[in-house]
């Protein structure tokens, strides 16, 4: 069917493994032990293709031509956009972890609400097939299961869904995972991520650092090293690499369909780091967006009611945006998540 945009919305999949018993097979590398064809086959089955690659001692970390790929030692994110077929990458992922001595021990799907849903493809068109999809892929030992649809009372059409399977009915997992969607850019800040004229005479890596610059990503943290992707003739993509810390920026600026997304992980009592808030407030500020939701995931942190105060309290004062929903839901083994809405004041 024709669609009268590109879907924005990501589908976001993150796997986490641990090794067989420290097995002979098992390496400190782990899931960076395997090797680019095979995820290029797996990233084949998904519908889409690595346009940038970036790596240190912590991680690697990939562009797509739909989003983001970071891989751990024992941990796998994957967020694709558009109609990509995000959980074929299951299984696949699943058995590659295997032939390294690693066994699944925790899994989470998460997605906003797509601007486009019929133009997805099954099961993307309803929640509970998703789930169901998920399930059928996963091991029975994630025994501990929970599916939910967080559904802000201001914006029904905004919800946020989360499915979480996990092995230990306590999280071990120490990062704290921001995601925020935006939608509906200010005209003026999304020309950043047009090609201007000329720009078709650069490659898509100059592009993008000029996009980059022009539009202040830059300093959204300036310890980040930013691996950066222009799309022709607009659209942008960027990973951050922060020693053990990603980020990762998506942008569809089109009129009438723009979206824009920030995703990071980080510890909140990291010495050395900045507050979240003010991260945020940055990030946020690059899109000037009217519609803004924040996802917050804390795994093995407890929930931390006076950050998502913090949060609505730096958001009012610096953006002038109003928090007009926050919900909380628990998922055994996968710790808490806080969403909240926000749109200006003035609205």
Known sequence: MSVPGFEGFEKRLELRFFDDDNSITSSPMGLRLIDFESLDQVLNE???????????????????????????????????????????????????????????????????????????????????????????SLPKSLCYRKASVMTPSNNPSRAWHVFTAS???????????????????????????????????????????????????????????ICDFAFDPCGYSMNGVDGGRYSTIHVTPEDGFSYGSFECGLSLYDDGHEDISEVLSRAIDVFRPNDVSIATTYGGEDYNHEVTKRVERVLAKKLGLKCRSRLMDEFPGSGTVVYQSFTPRRK
């Open 46 to 136: 998904v519908q889409c293709t690595v346009v940038s690659a970036v790596a240190n001692r912590s991680f690697d970390a990939y562009v797509l031509s739909e989003s983001s790929l970071f891989v751990y030692p024992t941990k796998i994110i994957i967020k694709t956009c558009g109609t990509t077929q995000l959980l074929k990458s299951i299984r696949p992922l699943i058995h590659l972890a295997r032939n390294l001595g690693l066994t699944l021990r925790a899994c989470r799907y998460s997605r906003g609400s797509f601007i486009f849903p019929k133009a997805q493809p099954f099961p993307y068109t309803s929640f509970k097939d998703e789930v169901l999809v998920v399930e059928e």
């Open 167 to 225: 092995a230990d009915v306590e999280s071990d997992e120490p990062v704290v995972v921001v995601e925020v969607c935006m939608t509906e850019l200010d005209r003026v800040n999304a020309r950043s991520f047009f090609k201007r004229k000329g720009d078709e005479k650069s490659n898509s890596d100059s592009a993008g650092k000029e996009m980059t610059r022009l539009s202040g990503i830059d300093n959204i943290n300036a310890n980040a090293f």
